[in-house]
Each structure stands twice: as structure tokens, then as C-alpha cells.
């Protein structure tokens, strides 16, 4: 079924002129005209703090954006508002600007410290407000929160303003097909379905490893770290998608239901729990980083080991880990199942039988792979492991995207799926707060690790301890 076109509407970018919105959020709205998803009816307002012309923010977007048809008539539907976002004069400005506009969404591609007073302002300028129909949205970036109290103290200030359904809380790991895909393969499947629970699946790990280091990004990442910056939203979200039970319908509050269950499940450890299941990791040369502290402890690599306390998970590890400048690129999560409960296979040694793994490659190298054992072929009867390999590039084409194309295209529909709600949310930070304390009171050390490597030792100890091992980084 073809999708509809997006109804007319106005997107207003705060933080016009930035890296997100030139990089990510502009090439998918030139995406999302060439698939005719949007078109002439569509008006998009940047602003930023500098003095500048329509034409000045138009060529600054041309430098990621297709040199099509499509991007020189959408050009021409884009206008540039100058203004400080603590300003009342920005609001009185925007006020006049959007005139009689019907729809709009104002996208928050901002710092984190403006979500709550720009939405405030917003609101006492009238903008939120809801009539004849037309809708009024608001989309903010993360950071959403530094911790459980700011993210429910953020939550507060917001939805006193306005309603849960006006607020799509980005997340964009939810724009990635691979992650969309996760329930796909699990409620389209009933092979993989029916052994998706405790007792044939024996632990799960969920990695997204990267090369890059932090870079120009020291003030930013001194004051967040690891743990912040990519668990309680990218890898809880993709927890989330893993654990969750399938849902009564297709509808966002469905399975935002289901997704928020899994992480009120999630259990918070106690403080002798956390300092042992919660592993840190800093790359040698961090502290050089320009703005950040020469005696920083922030990790730039966390890997934890998570119970989910349900009927379909009790026992069964989730371990997690991510990290910055770390061997390959690579963001996975890998699904190994129990060994079979007797070793018939004599003449093959224990050693060889390893278990049946389920590895999902979110990126790079979209992929899907199955390890299971079949007969070497021979007089004696023998078990060897082999892979059944799907590769998203045989059969489709996913690249060429940013990830932001379904989640704008979404916020226009209204459609709230792949957003966060406010339970997840904070749900999220209830479950890593218990490590935030721990090593906010200087307990669980940072161990430094060599760039290029596969992070700090603790992290292998960490599954060691359990008589496992952690799935090779980039293999
Ligand atoms: C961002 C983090 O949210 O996600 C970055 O702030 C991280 O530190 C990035 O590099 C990873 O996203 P992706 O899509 O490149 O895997």
C-alpha cells in the first residue's frame, strides 16, 4: 500500500543553521520529496542566532542535500527567523511569522537546557494551541534528562504545558530500518517466536561499538560519558524492542505499552550489585581532549550486566556494552541460545558444539545471521557449526537514508510509535540511576583501555565470571 502524502504543514527548526539540522534533518525532508511523501504545501523556518538571509540558510543546507529537482523547489520553501531562544521578541517574532499556519511542528535541535524554557515559551505565546483541527507538535533531541530526578523534573515542566500526544521525544535509533525491523522478524516469525523466552534463549548481549573518538565534542561529553549518552535511550530502545511481548495492536500506544513494560522489568541492582555488574572504561589520551578535564573520570566505554524480571526473561543476562574509539564499528545484538539438554553427538567434541546464535547486525553491513550445527559430511557422524547469512544490501536497497526520513514523516502524520513516551523515559533512567550513584561516590573505577582496542579488560572479566564471552567486536 502506498503512503498517504503528508498533510500541509509548517516544520520550524530551532537550531536552523546547526549540524543536525543541515546533516541529518534537511536531507531527509529532500528524501521525503522524492518519494512524494511531502511537497509544496510543506514550509520550513530555520532559526538561529546569527544575522542572516534566506538565502544565506538555503546555501548552507545545499552541502548535504541531493543537487535534484526536488531540493531546488523545496529550497525556495525554506525562510530564515533570527532570534534568541530566551527571548520573548523570538516568540512575538514567530507569532507573526506563522501568521494564520495551520499545522506545525517546531523541532527542538537545540541543547538540552532549551527543551523546557522553549517549550514554556511556546505555550505562552498561544503556539501550542490546537484549533480547527490543525495539529501543533513538538519534537526534542536527546539528551532527555541527565538522570531520573531531571528527566522527570524535565517531563513535568513539559506536559504542564502541554499533552503527551503534542510531544514526540526523539530517540534515533528508532529511525534505523534494522532496529524498526527487530519486530518484524520476531511477531512475523513463529519459528523464532517460540523459542524466544527463557527457556531455550541462555543470554543476550547488545553492543554498539564505535571507532570515532569524542572529537570536538569534550565539553559536551565530559559532562554526560558513556553510560548517559547511549544506555538508558539507544540500547535500552533496543532492549526494548528485544524483550518486549508482542503487542495487542499496531497502535503507537500498544506497543509503547509493551516496550515501557520491559523496562519497568529491568531490575534496579543494589549498590554492592551495580559496583560489580558495571563496568568503565576511558581510551588513553581522553583527557588531552580539548575541553575536557586533564583529571576526568568520565567513562568513554560502559558494558553492565541487566536482569529483566519477567515471566519470559527471569534468569536470563543482557549484557550491554558500548564505547568510544574501540576496534570497528559495529552495533549488534546477539542472541545465543542453551546448549541441547544431551550431547548425542559423541564423537564431536564439546568444544565444537558451540550454541545456536542468533547475530542481528544493526550496522554497518545490515545483516542477519543464524549459527546452527549440521552433519559433516563423512562416514562418522559428526556436528559442525555453520551460518545462515541474510545481508539487507543482496536484497534491498537501506542506504542513502539519514534515519530521520521516517521519524519527520511520522511527527507529520502523527504517529507516536516510534517516539518515546514519558514511563519509558524515565523508566530508563530508574534502571541505570542504581550505577550512577555508585560512581558518583567514586566507587568502580575507570580502567583506562588502549584506542583501537576492544575496550577495558573488566568488561571480558565481566562475562568471564559468568563462563561467557562477549561476541568479537566487528566479526
Ligand atoms: C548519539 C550519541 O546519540 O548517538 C553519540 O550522542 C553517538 O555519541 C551516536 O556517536 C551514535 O549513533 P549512530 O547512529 O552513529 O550509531
Not at 535534484?68 to 514567530?94: H, K, M, N, P, V
Not at 549498590?271 to 578535564?293: F, H, I, L, N
Not at 550491554?320 to 570497528?328: D, F, I, M, V, Y
Amino acid at each position: 500500500m502506498a503512503l498517504k502524502k503528508a498533510p500541509p504543514a509548517t516544520l520550524v527548526i530551532f537550531g536552523g543553521t546547526g549540524d543536525l539540522a543541515r546533516r541529518l534533518l534537511v536531507p531527509a525532508i529532500a528524501n521525503l520529496c522524492e518519494d512524494g511523501l511531502v511537497g509544496e504545501d510543506l514550509q520550513i523556518i530555520g532559526i538561529g542566532s546569527r544575522e542572516g538571509t534566506d538565502e544565506d540558510l538555503r546555501a548552507g543546507l545545499d552541502e548535504f542535500t541531493p543537487k535534484d529537482e526536488c531540493w531546488s523547489r523545496l529550497r525556495g520553501q525554506i525562510s530564515y527567523l533570527r532570534g534568541d531562544f530566551t527571548q520573548a521578541q523570538l516568540f512575538e517574532d514567530l507569532t507573526k511569522t506563522l501568521g494564520k499556519a495551520g499545522n506545525v511542528v517546531f523541532y527542538l535541535a537545540t541543547p538540552a537546557l532549551f527543551f523546557g524554557p522553549i517549550i514554556e515559551s511556546l505555550a505562552k505565546a498561544g503556539l501550542m494551541e490546537e484549533q480547527n483541527g490543525a495539529f501543533r507538535r513538538v519534537a526534542v533531541e536527546k539528551p532527555f534528562g541527565h538522570d531520573l530526578a531531571s528527566a522527570h523534573a524535565l517531563n513535568e515542566q513539559i506536559l504542564n504545558v502541554i499533552s503527551e500526544q503534542q510531544i514526540y521525544r526523539i530517540d534515533h535509533f528508532l529511525g534505523k530500518e534494522t532496529v524498526q525491523n527487530i519486530m518484524v522478524a520476531r511477531f512475523a516469525n513463529p519459528w523464532l517466536e517460540a523459542v524466544w523466552n527463557n527457556r531455550y534463549i541462555d543470554s543476550v548481549q547488545i553492543t554498539a561499538a564505535e571507532t570515532v573518538d569524542v572529537g570536538t565534542r569534550g565539553a559536551f561529553y565530559d559532562a554526560t560519558g558513556a553510560l548517559r549518552d547511549m544506555v538508558p535511550n539507544h540500547l535500552f530502545q533496543l532492549l526494548a524492542m528485544v524483550g518486549m511481548e508482542p503487542p495487542n495492536d499496531l497502535s503507537a500506544d500498544s506497543i509503547r505499552t509493551e516496550k515501557a513494560k520491559v523496562l519497568v522489568a529491568v531490575r534496579e541492582p543494589t549498590p554492592a550489585e551495580a559496583k560489580a555488574d558495571g563496568v568503565r572504561g576511558q581510551y588513553a589520551g581522553y583527557r588531552k581532549t580539548a575541553d575536557v578535564s586533564p583529571k576526568s573520570e568520565v567513562e568513554t566505554y560502559v558494558a553492565l550486566k541487566l536482569w529483566v524480571d519477567s515471566w519470559r526473561w527471569a534468569g536470563v543476562p543482557f549484557y550491554l556494552r558500548t564505547g568510544k574509539a574501540l576496534k570497528a564499528r559495529d552495533t549488534e545484538i546477539v542472541v545465543t541460545f542453551k546448549p541441547v539438554p544431551l550431547a548425542l553427538f559423541r564423537d564431536t567434541p564439546v568444544a565444537h558444539m558451540p550454541p545456536n546464535r542468533l547475530v542481528l547486525q544493526l550496522q554497518p553491513d545490515e545483516a542477519i545471521d543464524l549459527d546452527f550445527m549440521v552433519k559433516k559430511p563423512g562416514p562418522k557422524m559428526q556436528a559442525t557449526p555453520v551460518t545462515l547469512d541474510f545481508k539487507y544490501a543482496d536484497k534491498f536497497k537501506i542506504g542513502g537514508r539519514t534515519g530521520y526520513e521516517t521519524l519527520l514523516y511520522d511527527m507529520m502524520m502523527g504517529d507516536q510509535t516510534l517516539f518515546q513516551r514519558a514511563d519509558q523515559i524515565e523508566a530508563g533512567w530508574a534502571a541505570v540511576q542504581p550505577f550512577l550513584d555508585v560512581w558518583g561516590k567514586g566507587k568502580g573505577k575507570v580502567e583506562t583501555y588502549k584506542k583501537g582496542s576492544d575496550g577495558p579488560e573488566g568488561a571480558a572479566e565481566l562475562l568471564e565470571r559468568d563462563g561467557r564471552q562477549w561476541h568479537e567486536i566487528g566479526a
